[in-house]
């Protein structure tokens, strides 16, 4: 999902503006990868990782996308979608030496055939150490270090390329004499310039003075401080987004979102008023820097880390309460906005657009999420299905499905998965709008919540009477016509569910002609062996016994598939059930 663009930040003297809440929006994404794993007795599967590719993200406060995103200057632009950041270009390695050659020839030279009389006569090779050949692999010399296991030299301390104004500037934030106002807003001018000298700023000790300035400023450097701090984090390099964590930037941002210091809120459900704790807690912070501190934690949890290709951040930032944070403003905002609204069943606004703060803190839910799909991540569902069903705005709805079908991706979480069953009437005609941001996480949200091998998990019932199973189809073919591999997989993947749940579920499959279509598809899609195997899932998981379909549905199948394949005088096999 992606994030809209954010426009360049303007001039430090006419005073720090909040930058509008980044707007997710579902690129796939940051291409969600459609990736399918099989699930128990190879019947369905559940998505096992619904993340797409995602551009490369700007540091700047230009225009970027990603799960990161830098603050803007002028109206606040919306979030940017969760992205990944290019790993490091590795050093280059050391060519080997050449392989050594055998005793008595040269290296690229065959050695000469021994003379077979001279042989016989040669006696027997004496055993004294002295007449064996010496290797030919030259030694290392001591200390020398091999270059695959050398790892890359840690960046140059780069300190001296920022002005004495600038280090001067850096000593008052980090000192929190009367300088810091200025200070915090010459720091913040720097970080939106075309190319911010962020690591420069990082040797400097910009981090910890900017944490100790949102800690014990004045209210006008706070702001500063966070939009400083948010720029830092949507760099793509993970190293400047881990300095921010060493030096607790994220603690100090979740205490100005209302979690003191200490406290680690790892769940809210059955936590009772903890929602106005938080929420009475951060009253004091004006609007603008709860905003601008939500903006800045979601860009630290949507870091990737480069070796590890996981969101490592986001796990510790849940550690320290920051799930209760943002569901508390999303509750709060959602009263404010989206409860007196009417939204059409296209997910158009009918009123008023959902605010900066419900937009950025649904991006943020987003990049939590798409990292930890566990227990404690199943509290949200409520609240997204209120969001799914009453809310107005796009990019809070396309977060919000995003958010659902990375629970529904984890097997641990599908008893919780029926919480959102009222939502199916919204997001199933989501479905059928290809060209919706809305369409692909709707469609693997509904997807998971057919399990078929987990019958009292199983939501596959439901899902056909919302219409699930022409909505799929519909995808199908739009996905086949634009030559979009992602959305003919995705599609599948639902379809194969629906296949492998019930006996009423394949009779759906039969009258909507999608046996069919499927061996229509299979015919045409060549090599592509991933989208074949997708299509024998779809047509074999109705076989399996415990799918319990009758023997007049098989027949009806048979005939198709036979007709399908071009054997009109097939003979039914006797079926056994």
Not at 379 to 406: G, S
Not at 497 to 505: D, E, I, L, Y
């Amino acid at each position: 999902m992606g994030c809209g663009a954010s426009s360049t930040k303007g001039s430090a003297a006419a005073g720090p503006k909040p930058p509008t809440a980044a707007q997710p929006t579902t690129e796939k994404k940051s291409g969600l990868s459609p990736v399918s794993s099989s699930g128990s007795n190879g019947t369905c599967r559940t998505a096992s990782d619904i993340q797409k590719p995602q551009p490369q993200q700007q540091p700047q406060c230009s225009a970027s996308s990603g799960s990161q995103k830098a603050a803007a200057a002028s109206p606040l632009p919306p979030p940017v979608a969760p992205k990944e950041s290019a790993p490091p270009a590795s050093a280059p390695g050391k060519s080997a030496p050449a392989p050594a050659a055998g005793t008595g020839s040269r290296p690229g030279t065959p050695p000469k055939p021994a003379d077979p009389v001279s042989k016989a006569a040669a006696s027997p090779a004496p055993t004294d150490t002295s007449s064996r050949p010496v290797l030919q692999i030259p030694k290392l010399a001591a200390g020398t270090a091999l270059s695959c296991l050398t790892p890359p030299p840690p960046p140059e301390p780069s300190a001296a390329e920022l002005s004495d104004d600038t280090l001067e500037h850096v000593r008052h934030m980090a000192s929190g004499d009367g300088g810091t106002a200025a200070a915090a807003a010459h720091v913040r001018q720097l970080l939106c310039t075309a190319s911010p000298p962020i690591q420069a700023l990082l040797d400097a000790g910009t981090a910890a003075a900017l944490v100790r300035c949102l800690k014990d400023g004045p209210s006008e450097a706070k702001l500063d401080a966070a939009w400083s701090l948010t720029n830092i984090a949507a760099s793509p390099v993970f190293s400047h987004v881990e300095a921010l964590y060493k030096v607790e930037a994220h603690i100090a941002l979740l205490a100005i979102l209302g979690v003191p210091p200490g406290r680690g809120t790892r769940s809210v459900s059955g936590s009772g008023g903890i929602g106005q704790v938080l929420a009475a807690a951060a009253a004091a912070a004006s609007p603008a820097l709860r905003l601008q501190a939500l903006w800045a934690l979601a860009n630290i949890a949507g870091v990737i880390h480069p070796d590890y290709k996981t969101q490592t951040l986001a796990a510790e930032i849940l550690e320290v309460g920051a799930l209760g944070a943002v569901m508390s403003i999303m509750e709060a905002e959602y009263t404010a906005t989206c409860g007196r609204e009417s939204v059409s069943a296209s997910g158009s606004r009918s009123g008023s657009s959902a605010n900066a703060a419900l937009r950025c803190a649904a991006w943020c839910l987003h990049n939590l999420a798409k990292h930890k799909r566990e227990k404690e991540m199943v509290d949200v569902i409520p609240l997204a299905t209120q969001l799914l069903l009453n809310c107005p705005d796009l990019e809070v709805l396309t977060c919000v499905a995003w958010v659902l079908a990375y629970l529904g991706s984890s097997e641990d979480n599908k008893s919780h998965l029926k919480q959102a069953l009222p939502a199916l009437p919204r997001l199933v005609p989501w479905v059928r709008e290809a060209s919706s941001t809305l369409a692909n996480p709707s469609l693997l949200c509904v997807g998971t919540m057919c399990t078929g091998y987990m019958r009292a998990l199983d939501y596959s019932s439901e899902v056909v009477e919302a219409g699930g199973v022409p909505a799929f189809l519909s995808y199908l073919r739009k996905g086949n016509e634009a030559g979009r591999r992602d959305m003919v997989m995705d599609a599948l993947f639902a379809l194969s569910n629906v296949a492998g749940a019930n006996n009423a579920t394949v009779q759906a499959l039969l009258e909507a002609g999608a046996f069919a279509e499927v061996v229509s598809l299979l015919r045409t899609v060549g090599d592509d062996e991933e989208v074949r195997m997708e299509c024998l899932y779809v047509l074999t998981n109705a076989y399996d016994p415990l799918v319990g379909v009758e023997v007049t549905t098989v027949q009806k199948l048979v005939s198709i598939l036979a007709w399908m394949c071009g054997c009109e005088n097939h003979v039914l096999p006797n079926f056994h059930f």
